[in-house]
């Protein structure tokens, strides 16, 4: 490629994708810190939210990162009581993950989170949804395209 068809920064998608991420993710700090979780402890909590009792390896296939990556995640939420974590006891390599009741009440605190993305972006919900869609068909698109 040569100079003359580099894209500049501005212009390319993923650093644009990057830096929505990233501002989104600071808008959220103040938030979640009050709530006493980071965004990462956040995610898992919400993919809990969608059904409770998953394992370690479902939570991370849901949120496309290693098991690896959640044990210490969950296990944070464990020490602060959102969780319980329990082995399998049909098959032990397993660790089941469920919500207490103090992680269930978090959902409701987390309300914040879209209310604030709402008023900062000027966008309207519709037009979030239909951002969101279109963001998650690009995902599916490059994750699963050659």
């Given amino acids: 490629m040569t100079e003359t068809h ?11 994708l990057y830096g929505a991420s990233m501002a989104i993710n600071r808008a ?4 979640l810190d009050d709530l006493g979780v980071t965004y990462p402890q956040y995610l ?10 998953q394992t370690i390896g479902a939570i991370a296939e849901r949120l496309s990162l290693e098991p690896s990556t959640i044990t210490p995640l969950v296990k944070r939420l464990e020490q ?9 006891p049909k098959d032990e390599r397993q660790v089941q993950v ?10 409701v605190q987390t309300a914040c989170l879209t209310d604030t993305l709402l008023r900062r972006s000027g966008l309207t919900v519709d037009a979030i949804i239909a951002l969101n869609q279109q963001v998650q068909a690009l995902r599916d698109a490059v994750a699963h395209g050659d």
Avoid: H, I
Wanted: some cysteine.
């Fill in 6 to 16: 580099l894209v500049p920064l501005d212009g390319q998608l993923c650093f644009s």
């Fill in 80 to 88: 602060a009581g959102f969780v319980d974590r329990q082995r399998n």
């Fill in 28 to 31: 959220y700090k103040p938030m």
């Fill in 98 to 107: 469920r919500l207490t009741d103090q992680g269930r009440d978090l959902r």
């Fill in 44 to 53: 898992v909590l919400s993919t809990l939210w969608e059904g409770d009792g």
